[in-house]
C-alpha cells in the first residue's frame, strides 16, 4: 500500500498580496505530486481565491482550506464555488469520474495521510 502524504502549504505572503489569487497552475503542480493538498490562512497570508484546475490526476484529489483571517477566501473553479468563511476549514474534492470538483462533505480522505499545520497555528 503506498502512503500518502497531505501537502500543507503555508501561505506566508506580504501585505501586497492580500488581493491576490493561488492560481490553478500552483496547486495542479501540487497535485501532479500529492492527492491532497492543504492551504491554511491567517490575516497576514489571506488570498481572495484559491482557483483549482480543471481536470488533475486520475483518482480523486482533495484540496482542504482552513481560513483563519478575518475575511472570508473562495475555493473556486470551472463550475464551481464555494465561501471558505473566518474559521471554516473546507474540503474541495475532484471526483475524476464525473470530471468536477464537489464540496466534501462525508468524503474519505486517502490512508495514510499525514496533516501538517504551519508553525503558529
Given at each position: ?7 500543507a ?9 492580500f488581493?491576490?489569487a493561488l492560481?490553478s497552475?500552483?496547486?495542479m503542480?501540487?497535485l501532479r505530486?500529492?492527492?491532497s ?18 481536470e488533475?490526476?486520475?483518482g480523486?484529489n ?12 473562495f475555493?473556486?473553479?470551472?463550475n ?9 476549514i ?7 469520474d464525473?470530471?468536477?470538483?464537489v464540496?466534501?462533505s462525508n ?11 504551519p508553525p503558529?497555528?
Amino acid at each position: 500500500m503506498k502512503r500518502m502524504l497531505m501537502v500543507a502549504v503555508c501561505m506566508m505572503f506580504t501585505a501586497s498580496a492580500f488581493a491576490g489569487a493561488l492560481t490553478s497552475a500552483e496547486v495542479m503542480e501540487l497535485l501532479r505530486q500529492n492527492r491532497s493538498v492543504e492551504v491554511y490562512m491567517n490575516d497576514a497570508s489571506w488570498r481572495k481565491e484559491i482557483n483549482l484546475p480543471d481536470e488533475t490526476s486520475p483518482g480523486n484529489n482533495f484540496v482542504t482550506v482552513g481560513n483563519n483571517s478575518s475575511k472570508s477566501t473562495f475555493i473556486v473553479g470551472y463550475n464551481f464555488s464555494v465561501e471558505v468563511k473566518p474559521g471554516d476549514i473546507v474540503t474541495a474534492v475532484y471526483k475524476h469520474d464525473q470530471k468536477k470538483w464537489v464540496t466534501a462533505s462525508n468524503e474519505k480522505q486517502p490512508d495514510g495521510m499525514q496533516h501538517v499545520s504551519p508553525p503558529g497555528q
